[in-house]
């Protein structure tokens, strides 16, 4: 006697292992927003700083909302300190130098993939090895290299020092990794060169980790401070790292220097930061897909 499919007992889907109870839930959400508010609540703050009066900023009781609503902060930083001039600086050297370091990186990790390059395996762990050397013990042989070649107080120097990224290099080589060899072959069996398959296959096929390492490398350039502390000294050439720098500096009216008052210096960093959140609105959706993909392949 056969049995009806009806009366097959259904099977129960399976418990999922990772699952959280529901207070483990309650407990990791409480905890997802207070870290949220230990990060946002300073962010808060320095705005209302900077949207306060000159008078108000100097008082400490300014905390999440402005008092005395005034914009005279950003308009006296943007035009009494020079910080449109050091704004162009950083967005210039970023967007020029971010652009060559993503596709020199690119072009690099295609060549760390191919099985014809002798010694690629010593090649990547070479690679590798640089990044464990901390940026502060080449501040020395860079700057004397700068110098030797030329480039001290100058835009060439601000963007070719950090042009070769070897976490860049290494991101671009994994996610290449992830894409078929066998695309690649058919495009040679086209007699496609390989620059038009690079161009054409790889390329468009690893757009997210293309976004991940322009975002990370603009964000980067934008924050660099040292390299381009040691190697200006005009102020003409200054980036708005070194510009909030100076405006740490305490200042008096009787010091002889414009006092600077801190909804002036709170203007500052809230225009320093702007750009990063407009570039980040739109990278986001690639960022974490870009990143986990490139460093889960090997």
Known sequence: MSTKLSDRPEKLPKANRNELPPLGRVINAVFLVLIFLIMLLPMVNVLAISLSSNAASQVSDVTLWPKNFSTEGYTFIWNAQNLGRAFGNSSFVSVVGTLFTVFISSMAGYALIQRELPFRKAI???ILITMMIPGDLTLVSIFSLNK???LIDSYRGL????LVSAFSIMLMRNYFLSVPESLAESGRIDNASE???F?????PLSLPGLAAITFLEFIGKWNSFMVPLIITTKPQLFTLPIILRQLTQPTDSTSGVVQIYENARMAAIVITVIPLLVLYSFAQRFLIGGLTLGASKG
């Open 199 to 203: 161009l054409s296959i790889y390329l």
């Open 124 to 126: 990547a762990t070479g």
């Open 195 to 197: 620059l038009r398959i």
């Open 159 to 162: 963007i070719l020092n950090g």
């Open 148 to 150: 030797a070649l030329g």
